[in-house]
T-cell receptor
Framework: DSGVTQTPKHLITATGQRVTLRCSPR?????VYWYQQSLDQGLQFLIQ???????AKGNILERFSAQQFPDLHSELNLSSLELGDSALYFC?????????????FGPGTRLTVL | GESVGLHLPTLSVQEGDNSIINCAYS??????FIWYKQESGKGPQFIID?????DKRQGQRVTVLLNKTVKHLSLQIAATQPGDSAVYFC???????????FGSGTRLQVQP
């Protein structure tokens, strides 16, 4: 168990809808990263938050947004969903704001867009 | 451009044998190379990293080798066990970049 929690575990929705994925980092970690994984593809970095502030942005679509709250949990909002958004979404956490080699990943949220 | 890629999509080995998972990279400026393991239904888990100025680093039953001449990274797993069955990703970390860059993964299947 990495100590990172994600909810929900599975999410099934329709095209055009909006969903929110939630992540709680390990106790004491200030950074949260969001990744998208399609099939057996590598992890695509979406965005990083550190202590409530956006730290880095990757290949995140404009339809997607994220935030980190004062209690350090984070939410990833996906809107105007398309079939191609179906994927596993992982969050990871680390202690500092720099890009750490060891990031602690949650179990993921499997999003299916029908 | 920069890329971290894997030679083989699937590797099948017998239990007890040694496994070697390979990864090619093109960004010579990376500071660290990292291996992650992802078991079915779980998130990736850090295994080991190696600084770019090193050639070899050993962990528990794992060894990472870095050949900068041919830009090649490998993960060796000794006495492979059924619990080693997973997808293995190599990744790179370069100072100044905003994120880890992950490769596409190799699936390791351990046959009993």
């Amino acid at each position: 168990d990495s100590g990172v929690t994600q909810t929900p575990k599975h999410l099934i929705t329709a095209t055009g809808q909006r969903v929110t994925l939630r992540c709680s980092p390990r106790s004491g970690d200030l950074s949260v990263y969001w990744y998208q994984q399609s099939l057996d593809q590598g992890l695509q970095f979406l965005i990083q938050y550190y202590n409530g502030e956006e730290r880095a942005k990757g290949n995140i679509l404009e339809r997607f947004s994220a935030q980190q709250f004062p209690d350090l949990h984070s939410e990833l909002n996906l809107s105007s969903l398309e079939l191609g958004d179906s994927a596993l979404y992982f969050c990871a956490s680390s202690a500092s704001g720099r890009v750490e080699n060891e990031q602690f990943f949650g179990p993921g949220t499997r999003l299916t867009v029908l | 451009g920069e890329s971290v890629g894997l030679h083989l999509p699937t590797l099948s080995v017998q239990e007890g044998d040694n496994s070697i998972i390979n990864c090619a990279y093109s960004n010579s400026a990376s500071d660290y190379f990292i291996w992650y393991k992802q078991e079915s239904g779980k998130g990736p888990q850090f295994i080991i990293d190696i600084r770019s100025n090193m050639d070899k680093r050993q962990g528990q039953r794992v060894t990472v080798l870095l050949n900068k001449t041919v830009k090649h990274l490998s993960l060796q797993i000794a006495a492979t066990q059924p619990g080693d069955s997973a997808v293995y990703f190599c990744a790179e970390n370069k100072t100044g970049r905003r994120a880890l860059t992950f490769g596409s993964g190799t699936r390791l299947q351990v046959q009993p």
